[in-house]
């Protein structure tokens, strides 16, 4: 049963609101604030992708958007848990449960779309064999807001088969890959999407590593094209910012890819041209070596 649709939030708390909203302005968001929280949305009319309260540096949840309110209502009933009107910026109706490893998890579905925001834009690709683009110059319009949207999380969990039965069970996640360390009875994580049917969704919205200890790896925001991408990289490095890992291109989920750490110490990834699957995809097996892999830029460390 499909009970979220796509990743809607990702939610922290920050020591300093000024300089992460600096930072996540500078990350391509549109930051408002209101009572003591940051709000950053991208250019998408899906609702506020980023929330962060003042405290010391905390991964708070994650929010999902659901199908419709019957879906709110499958899930509530697993747990006994009230569906709640929300008081946030969207409003809408939410429940919140926690998962195994303690973190907030929400359910939300009737959130007023937010206003559409100018898109950055550039003219067709010229590819070799295709070519997109005769007679004119490249146009490329830059815009302040170079994120789309929030695409995916990452989470390190205490136990991968817990973690993985508990999200596939409240929100109906199925695997994309799963990925195991030398035999593949020894699974290591998984990365899981929405089940849209016939719908193509991400290759991964949630991707959950048995890493044994409860952590936040990262969240990814998706930017339109490999433009916008390294306008990003370049504003980022520009301002001084701590580099992750990239640019590259990831072999599972075929991403091109740029980590950035946040002031409060997280990581942000800008991504583009990721893959899109729907359920003729199935579910598959890969080892970690293609985890680290990459079609081109540094290796990821084990
Ligand atoms: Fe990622």
Known sequence: MTNAIDLACVRFAVPDLAKQRQFLTDFGLLVEQHNQHLYARGTDTAGWCYLAEEGDPAFLGLDFHAPDRGALERVAAIDGLDIVESIEPGGGWHLEMTDPDGRAVRLQWGLAPLEPLPEPSRSPFNMGG??????????????????????????????????????????????????????????????????????????????????????????????????TLMIGHDRLQQQGYEHRWGVGKHLLGSQVFDYWKDPAGFTLEHFTDGDLVNAQFGSHKAPLEQLLGVHWGPQGQP
């Open 130 to 227: 295709v070519r997109g683009r005769l007679g004119t110059r490249v146009e490329l319009t830059q815009q302040p807001q170079l994120v789309k949207r929030l695409g995916h999380c990452v989470l390190n969990v205490a136990d991968f088969r817990v973690s993985e039965n508990w999200y596939k069970s409240r929100l109906g996640l199925i695997t994309s890959d799963e990925v195991f360390v030398g035999s593949e009875d020894n699974a290591l994580g998984a990365f899981l999407r929405c089940d849209r049917g016939a719908k193509y969704v991400d290759h991964h919205t949630l991707f959950l590593v048995g890493t044994g200890t409860p952590e936040f790896n990262h969240a990814a925001f998706e930017v339109a094209d490999w433009d």
